[in-house]
């Protein structure tokens, strides 16, 4: 239950972005974190997930020590000359537990949410609306099943379609960028017998697709097939796929036929795939929404579509970002009432205070 003698901030969304904000602020006494997510668990969906040394550090700074441990986080440990074009560096000295790391993405969302206290996570509750209610001084927050829930400040930490988003801009909807990954993620040891398979995360690149593979931790591996279609084309494979829907192998080992001996086996060693059309969105002018009384964080603040695969850590750095902003107006010591004084009057209308900016989709992604 949410504690109304404190400041109430709503958290749209138990992703990664919803959950770091949650740990960033559980230990401000007078601040009541609630998060509300649509789906009605905490599930194993999603492939790899690439966080660099940004997101890493905020994990650490956070306290999920338990996320930079090598038993889910893989880290490339050598480099091979066999044509690389270009590997992972970064401007000065990099600490191992920092370097850039793949996760199973369930992995990295089972270690963020040890450090949130279970009872704050609302399961099957999908944001619907908001309004403020002036007799309370408070948001009012309708679900799609009816139910409501009040808070102070609303964070949408809700993803790439991002709900929250799309009611306070309206016109800042996805659209699919053309870009599909299969993606797919098995134990290590479907492809432990290929011979000169290399050690660390690799990238292959051709002309309209790419391949990634890495090791994962608990012994697993990913492999990411990507293929860039048109999306104006009537007839455009995946045009019309959901997000994680079942793929077709057979289909991806067409896609890779000609490539490398080396592809080939890895691709012959794949059980399963699934499929995963890429979206991106406009950007916003201004992530100041609601006269101030709601904000974004993650995929819902910068939908770019999975732009340098950038958007696991950009999530964490949000998250702290946030909290850090609550924290400098709200330090521990306040009274928790303040807020309510410095800004009595409720505003006349949450909408349309934010249009999305005409710069063209970013498109350019990573599936790491
Ligand atoms: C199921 C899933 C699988 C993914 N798999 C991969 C992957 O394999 N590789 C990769 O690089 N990235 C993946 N992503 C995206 C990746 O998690 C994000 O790019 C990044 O981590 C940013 O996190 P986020 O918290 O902003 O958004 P997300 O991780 O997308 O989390 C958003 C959360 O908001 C919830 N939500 C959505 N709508 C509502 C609503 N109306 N009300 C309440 N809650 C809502 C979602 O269920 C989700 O839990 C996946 C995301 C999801 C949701």
Do not use: C
Not at 52 to 65: H, K, Q, S, W, Y
Not at 130 to 139: E, P
Not at 217 to 241: C, I, N
Request: glycine share 8%; aromatic share 10%; net charge negative.
């Amino acid at each position: 239950m949410a504690d109304e003698s404190k400041l109430q901030i709503a958290i749209i969304g138990a992703g990664i972005a919803g959950l770091g904000a949650a740990i960033a602020l559980k230990h401000h006494p007078a601040i009541d974190v609630q998060i509300y997510e649509k789906a009605p668990e905490l599930r194993e969906i999603g492939a790899s997930i690439a966080l660099g040394p940004n997101g890493m550090r905020t994990l650490e700074r956070l306290g999920v020590d338990n996320a930079l441990d090598d038993e889910i986080a893989f880290r490339n440990k050598h480099w091979k000359t066999n044509e690389i074009i270009s590997t992972d560096s970064h401007a000065g000295q990099v600490e191992y537990r920092h370097l850039t790391a793949r996760f199973y993405r369930a992995h990295l969302q089972e270690a963020l949410a040890k450090h949130v206290d279970p009872s704050k996570i609302h399961f099957s509750k999908a944001f619907e609306s908001v309004t403020f209610d002036s007799a309370i001084q408070k948001l009012r927050i309708t679900f799609t099943d009816g139910t409501t829930a009040t808070a102070d400040i609303i964070l949408g930490a809700d993803g790439i379609h991002s709900p929250v988003r799309t009611f306070f801009v309206p016109t800042s909807s996805t659209a699919w960028t053309g870009w599909v990954a299969f993606r797919s993620v098995f134990p290590y040891s479907h492809v432990a017998h290929i011979k000169d398979l290399p050690d660390e995360a690799n990238h292959f690149w051709g002309p309209d697709r790419t391949f990634f593979i890495s090791k994962l931790g608990r012994d697993l591996f990913t492999v990411v097939g990507s293929y860039q279609a048109d999306p104006d084309a009537p007839d455009a494979l995946y045009k019309d796929s959901t997000w994680n829907s079942d793929g077709d192998v057979n289909v991806l080992r067409e896609f890779y036929k000609d490539w490398s001996p080396l592809v080939r086996q890895i691709v012959d060693a794949v059980p399963s795939t699934r499929i995963y059309p890429n979206a991106a969105a406009h950007p916003l002018e201004t992530w100041v929404l609601g006269n101030g009384k709601a904000t974004l964080a993650g995929d819902a603040a910068h939908a770019h579509g999975g732009a340098f695969a950038a958007g696991g850590s950009l999530a964490l750095d949000d998250a702290w970002a946030f909290a850090s902003a609550i924290l400098h107006v709200f330090p521990p010591e306040r009274d928790p009432k303040a807020h309510r004084r410095g800004n009595p009057q409720g505003p006349a209308h949450l909408r349309e205070d934010a249009k999305a900016a005409h710069g063209p989709r970013d498109e350019r992604r990573s599936p790491e």
